[in-house]
């Protein structure tokens, strides 16, 4: 059963940190060949790119509203994908899935992943 979740979720002041953790489980090639990805959807809001991380872990794309915040990073050895998330905003609430698109390029577009997880909430209080 091919399987993503996610974990690290949870309530932290602004200007706080998080880490997302998302474990890969039960794909059917080899952890590498996909490329991650983190999207959000906050409450009433359409879902939205995050940041993005090729298999290789040579390219990354961060969106606009992150970067110089968040890091994407991943471990081919462990099957993870991880979103280090700093300097948080209230802005940045919402429900984090974590995304998997075999030979993707790391696109923004979530069409281009196939396998999704369930989701972690992250709230953020002011």
């Known amino acids: 059963q091919v399987q993503l979740v996610e974990s690290g979720g949870g309530l932290v002041q602004a200007g706080g940190s998080l880490r997302l953790s998302c474990v890969a489980s039960g794909l059917k090639f080899t952890f590498s060949m996909y490329a991650m990805a983190w999207f959000r959807q906050a409450p009433g809001k359409e879902r939205e790119f995050v940041a993005s991380i090729t298999g290789s872990g040579g390219n990354v794309r961060n969106a606009d509203s992150v970067k110089g915040r968040f890091t994407i990073s991943r471990d081919n050895a462990k099957n993870t994908a991880d979103l280090q998330m700093n300097s948080l905003k209230p802005e940045d609430a919402a429900v984090y899935y974590c995304?998997?698109?075999?030979?993707?390029?790391?696109?923004?577009?979530?069409?281009?992943?196939?396998?999704w997880g369930q989701g972690t909430q992250v709230t953020v209080s002011s």
């Open positions: 995304a998997a698109g075999l030979l993707g390029p790391g696109s923004d577009n979530p069409s281009t992943y196939g396998l």
